[in-house]
T-cell receptor
Framework: GAVVSQHPSRVICKSGTSVKIECRSL??????MFWYRQFPKKSLMLMAT?????????EQGVEKDKFLINHASLTLSTLTVTSAHPEDSSFYIC????????????FGPGTRLTVL | GEDVEQSLFLSVREGDSSVINCTYT??????LYWYKQEPGAGLQLLTY?????DMKQDQRLTVLLNKKDKHLSLRIADTQTGDSAIYFC??????????FGTGTRLTVIP
């Protein structure tokens, strides 16, 4: 079946540094990718919708200057957490839609970010 | 990655029970989850079950786990139109990884 990968699977960084997380669709082209954040013991929160070749659409309350999203190709979207702080520590998951209009989403395995 | 499979669509009449099925491949899964996604919204955790349990009931929701067959199901009793959504099962494998199915679109017919 379709596979979405994320890299890295876990990252530890110092406060103030920037971290880039990659989301790749391995065997299909994803016109739309989603970025989620999961807080401890809570469900996933949609952060933004990433469309190939255009600017990402951010959900209310998500700082677009802090969480930079780039969807430069049909198989790769990146999330960069800029000037990370301990409160940004979380589990970040991406998902990808296949062709436009498809309901099927394929999820990446997630990236655990720990900011010291 | 691990394979988590679901059927894509399910239609039921209002008032009937819905059963959404999921199969997975990782026998070392520790937790299995059911999420609901309404249009335009993020995933909402509905319920979860530890891998050493066979069943969990929470109001209208019943989760059944057959660990031998690696089969998970979600039963919604007295299905309502507000239950129309996409339902995702997910398994936790290892310390950090969550593997999701592709989602089942439940349509409730009035």
């Amino acid at each position: 079946g379709a596979v979405v990968s994320q890299h890295p699977s876990r990252v530890i960084c110092k406060s103030g540094t920037s971290v880039k997380i990659e989301c790749r669709s391995l065997d299909f082209q994803a016109t739309t990718m989603f970025w989620y954040r999961q807080f401890p013991k809570k469900s996933l929160m949609l952060m933004a919708t990433s469309n190939e070749g255009s600017k990402a659409t951010y959900e209310q309350g998500v700082e677009k200057d802090k969480f930079l999203i780039n969807h430069a190709s049909l198989t790769l979207s990146t999330l960069t957490v800029t000037s990370a702080h301990p409160e940004d520590s979380s589990f970040y998951i991406c998902s990808a839609h296949g062709r436009e209009g498809s309901d099927t989403q394929y999820f990446g395995p997630g990236t655990r970010l720990t900011v010291l | 990655g691990e394979d988590v499979e679901q059927s894509l669509f399910l239609s039921v009449r209002e008032g009937d029970s819905s059963v959404i099925n999921c199969t997975y491949t990782d026998s070392s899964s520790t937790y299995l989850y059911w999420y609901k996604q309404e249009p335009g919204a993020g995933l909402q955790l509905l319920t979860y079950i530890f891998s050493n349990m066979d069943m969990k009931q929470d109001q209208r929701l019943t989760v059944l786990l057959n660990k031998k067959d690696k089969h998970l199901s979600l039963r919604i009793a007295d299905t309502q139109t507000g239950d129309s959504a996409i339902y995702f099962c997910a398994e936790k494998s290892g310390a950090n990884n969550l593997f999701f199915g592709t989602g089942t679109r439940l349509t409730v017919i009035p």
